[in-house]
């Protein structure tokens, strides 16, 4: 039997989620999934733009997602 294996990523303004899923015979499986709060929206400033503290924690929960969900890293 041959599957293919899927991971897909929303990136929204409070939360981030991750699924992964394998497709078998155009159907897709759940595998896993991850939501992480990051609050961006709290960290935009006058300007737009995200604060320095809003940007680390988003890469901190994709970095997190992808060691621990993804490549089993951590």
């Given at each position: 039997?041959?599957?293919?294996?899927l991971a897909a990523?929303d990136l929204?303004?409070n939360?981030f989620h991750?699924?992964?899923?394998?497709v078998?015979?155009d159907?897709?499986?759940?595998l896993?999934?991850l939501?992480e709060?990051v609050?961006?929206?709290a960290?935009?400033g006058?300007?737009?733009?995200l604060d320095?503290?809003?940007?680390?924690r988003?890469?901190?929960a994709?970095?997190d997602?992808?060691?621990?969900?993804?490549?089993?890293?951590?």
């Open positions: 039997m041959e599957y293919t294996t990523v929204g303004s939360s991750l699924a992964i899923g394998r078998v015979d159907q897709v499986y759940p896993d999934s939501k709060t609050r961006l929206g960290g935009l006058e300007d737009k733009r320095d503290t809003s940007q680390e988003a890469l901190a994709l970095y997602a992808t060691c621990t969900r993804v490549f089993g890293l951590v």
